[in-house]
């Protein structure tokens, strides 16, 4: 008699779990798809290097069932451009200042394909909130203005990582000339997202600026005065603890003044800060301070 009771409940368990079994994934993809947050305040990036493929494809497989999942679509989005860029890019520059070519476009490459695969997953994103979004911004920057001007607010998180992973993609094969001549498109909505929130992430889409705007002239745009203003914003904002926007301004601006003196003070000054200042900006301040040390050592290379 137990055992037939116990197998009395098994099959009706399941048989509960069948008829829920959108639900279910539902919760766990929510689950999932909040999970990175954890990594954020992690003092091991290398645990965090092993740990993020996993999880990455563990969305991708949740995604299979739910599609149209927004908050899958925007960690996959997140997920990639950084995982993209904290690492496969971060030792591709790392192998160019070291002077090993075939390693560093070979990590460029695999970057490139990251970024495009969070590109996708944004637009997918975008369109599960707007339908044809995510068509209208591939079709060039006249007809993503138009879709542009109808986003608000909440559209900001995934127009920052389809934007950031969409420029990262251009930026690392630049040979490409199809693929430049879609930047306006991304630098737009990076725009139309700094209108609409521009305190987005404690600063977030300031920091995005500080490095953008490095390679515009002031006629452009851009300038050193631009880059200043955007970085002062992105520490007001984020209490003057986010380290990777002052390498950013000292490989942006501090290397074309070929100001050596306060190029060597701006990294110094990153590396010697707590990282874990602020636990949430811990993981991305080490890896700063990983840069920012990597720098340092080839100083010679980058100053006349």
Same mark, same amino acid.
């Given at each position: 008699m137990p055992r037939a009771l116990s197998l009395t409940l098994l099959a009706a368990a399941l048989a509960a779990l069948s008829g829920c079994a959108g639900f279910v994934t539902n919760r766990v993809a929510n689950a999932v798809s909040r999970s990175g947050d954890g990594f954020a305040s992690d003092d091991d990036p290398e645990l965090v290097r092993d740990a993020v493929p996993f999880g990455l494809k563990t969305m991708e497989g949740l995604l299979e069932d739910t599609p149209r999942h927004e908050g899958l679509l925007t960690a996959l989005a997140s997920g990639f451009t950084q995982y993209g860029y904290a690492f496969v890019q971060a030792d591709a520059d790392l192998a160019d200042l070291e002077g090993k070519l075939d390693a560093a476009r070979a990590g460029r490459e695999r970057a490139r394909k990251l970024y495009l695969r969070a590109r996708e997953y944004g637009l997918r994103g975008l369109d599960v909130r707007r339908e044809k979004t995510g068509a209208r911004l591939r079709a060039g920057a006249a007809e993503a203005r138009g879709a542009l001007a109808k986003l608000e607010k909440g559209d900001v998180p995934l127009l920052y990582w389809t934007a950031s992973s969409w420029v990262l993609a251009i930026a690392a094969n630049k040979a490409d000339m199809g693929a430049v001549s879609e930047l306006p498109t991304p630098v737009a909505m990076m725009e139309? +997202?700094?209108?609409?929130?521009?305190g987005w992430n404690e600063g977030a889409l300031h920091e995005f600026f500080v490095a953008y705007d490095a390679t515009r002239t002031a006629a452009e745009g851009g300038g050193p005065d631009r880059v200043k203003a955007h970085l002062d914003r992105v520490n007001a904002l984020s209490m003057n603890k986010k380290l990777g926007p002052r390498v950013s301004f000292a490989e942006g601006v501090l290397v074309q003044r070929q100001d050596r003196d306060g190029f060597v003070?701006? %990294?110094?000054?990153?590396? +010697?800060?707590?990282?874990?200042?602020?636990?949430?900006?811990?993981?991305?301040?080490?890896? +700063?301070?990983?840069?920012?040390?990597?720098?340092?050592?080839?100083?010679?290379?980058?100053? %006349?």
């Open positions: 139309r +997202a700094l209108a609409l929130d521009e003070r701006v %990294l110094q000054e990153v590396v +010697a800060a707590d990282p874990g200042a602020v636990p949430r900006y811990r993981l991305a301040n080490l890896i +700063a301070q990983r840069r920012a040390k990597a720098l340092l050592a080839h100083v010679d290379d980058l100053f %006349l």
